[in-house]
């Protein structure tokens, strides 16, 4: 089993920054594609960001394209999310996932097989 831990979260004022990380066990993280999502009270789970096993594709949902970053680093099993402008409506637990193949629907929680426990994102108004 791939075992994710998530960390980075806090609180910030609107406008501000933050980075999360996710650091992955095993000796295989370059063979995981990697997202993140979030889950704010009372919504449903979204889909944030993805990146390719590759790191040749990125995929983002439109609320937070040019705000968000995605990126890895597989010689330290870490995936990133760097956060800026952070708005209000950002406010939620954010998860980390991993799945191993092919790539071709990033948006879509039930492809990913392995998951973090969260960390949650505080943005004041």
């Known amino acids: 089993q791939v075992q994710l831990v998530e960390s980075g979260g806090g609180l910030v004022q609107a406008g501000g920054s933050l980075r999360l990380s996710c650091v992955a066990s095993g000796r295989t993280f370059s063979s995981y594609n990697m997202g993140w999502f979030r889950q704010a009270p009372g919504k449903e789970r979204e889909f944030v960001a993805a990146i390719s096993r590759s790191d040749t594709r990125t995929d983002y949902v439109d609320s937070v394209k040019g705000r968000f970053t995605i990126s890895r680093a597989n010689a330290k099993n870490t995936v990133y999310l760097q956060m800026n402008s952070l708005k209000p409506e950002d406010t939620a637990v954010y998860y980390c996932?991993?799945?191993?193949?092919?790539?071709?629907?990033?948006?879509?929680?039930?492809?990913?097989?392995?998951w973090g426990q969260g960390t949650q994102v505080t943005v004041s108004s």
């Open positions: 996932a991993a799945v191993s193949g092919l790539l071709l629907a990033p948006s879509r929680g039930d492809r990913y097989a392995y």
